[in-house]
């Protein structure tokens, strides 16, 4: 069993940057594909930014560019860098952990971007 704990949300004007962490508890976090996905209401959940357990990194095409994904295997944390953000970035954003048939997500964090 996995638990992670989103942090960093918040309400950031047009421009501004947040970083979002994820953190995991349990052991053989290395295991984990993670991955950052966000739901903006009346809308389905989408993929962000994803990385591998070799740190293969992949991203949604409206933010690459301005996100960074990166995880640190010996704090067990996975964080979203996110720069350049735009009023349609805001959703409920969510960190997923997944090996072979196991799914886990955290409870998610608010980022809200508005002047």
């Known amino acids: 069993q996995v638990q992670l704990v989103e942090s960093g949300g918040g309400l950031v004007q047009p421009g501004g940057s947040l970083r979002l962490s994820c953190a995991a508890s349990?052991?053989?976090?290395?295991?984990?594909?993670m991955g950052w996905y966000r739901q903006a209401p009346g809308k389905q959940r989408e993929l962000v930014a994803g990385?591998?357990?070799?740190?293969?990194?992949n991203y949604a095409d409206s933010v690459k560019g301005r996100f960074t994904i990166s995880r640190d295997n010996a704090k067990n944390t996975v964080y979203l860098q996110m720069d350049s953000l735009k009023p349609e970035d805001t959703a409920v954003y969510y960190c997923?952990?997944?090996?072979?048939?196991?799914?886990?997500w955290g409870q998610g964090t608010q980022v809200t971007v508005s002047s």
């Open positions: 349990g052991r053989r976090f290395n295991i984990y594909t």
């Open positions: 997923n952990a997944r090996f072979t048939i196991q799914d886990y």
């Open positions: 990385i591998s357990t070799l740190g293969n990194t």
